[in-house]
T-cell receptor, first 118, second 114 residues
């Protein structure tokens, strides 16, 4: 069974501080990994994704994540956070379309509530 | 157009009512999902449709009945719900892609059962 663990449930940072959110996953086979963000009152938006290739992926708004296969990890980073980054961040894991025709699960971690203070 | 549209945005229903949630996408996606999200919790998968066929039912109670009448539309029929079913219901769609694709989410329907 696939699963995702996010170790940091609540993170409070000052503006300009660096951010790293942990994500570990369990999945048997080729994996697709995602980070989604949910701003207050808004829908889930994709920050970045990893399918294959370069393990360091860059997303929107200055976020990046590194896939480390040996550690089953996909940690999210940002060098300098802004107040507007205050949101809930979810790591998610799923399988590739070509193997399942899309009929597979996209499983979310428990989320990390990030608060950035001015 | 990269939108998944859900209607209604808010719904209040009694425990004896029957109502339906609607989800629509015009991205040519062939997998569609229903998720349930409680406050401060992650989305929990309920159903997955792939090419208009139900492929995953996460042991959801029968008072929730999904329907996928065509490749663009996904419904969730609700009947005899309980107050604990109050939550944000999210629809998502995905693929197909050459190799891999991500899921696009709608804004959700905020459901309150009274």
């Amino acid at each position: 069974a696939q699963s995702v663990s996010q170790h940091n449930h609540h993170v409070i940072l000052s503006e300009a501080a660096s951010l790293e959110l942990g994500c570990n996953y369990s999945y048997g086979g080729t994996v697709n990994l995602f980070w989604y963000v949910q701003y207050p009152g808004q829908h889930l938006q994709l920050l970045l994704k990893y399918f294959s290739g370069d393990p360091l992926v860059k997303g929107i708004k200055g976020f990046e994540a590194e896939f480390i296969k040996s550690k089953f990890s996909f940690n999210l980073r940002k060098p300098s956070v802004q107040w507007s980054d205050t949101a809930e961040y979810f790591c998610a894991v799923g399988g590739p379309w070509r193997l399942t025709g899309g009929g597979n699960k996209l499983t979310f971690g428990t989320g990390t509530q990030l608060k950035v203070e001015l | 157009d990269t939108e998944v549209t859900q209607t209604p945005k808010h719904l209040v229903m009694g425990m004896t009512n029957k109502k339906s949630l609607k989800c629509e996408q015009h991205m040519g996606h062939r997998a569609m999902y229903w998720y349930k999200q409680k406050a401060k919790k992650p989305p929990e998968l309920m159903f997955v449709y792939s090419y208009e066929k139900l492929s995953i039912n996460e042991s959801v109670p029968s008072r929730f009945s999904p329907e996928c009448p065509n490749s663009s539309l996904l419904n969730l029929h609700l009947h005899a719900l309980q107050p604990e079913d109050s939550a944000l219901y999210l629809c998502a769609s995905r693929g197909p892609g050459e190799e891999n694709t991500e899921a696009f989410f709608g804004q959700g329907t905020r459901l309150t059962v009274v």
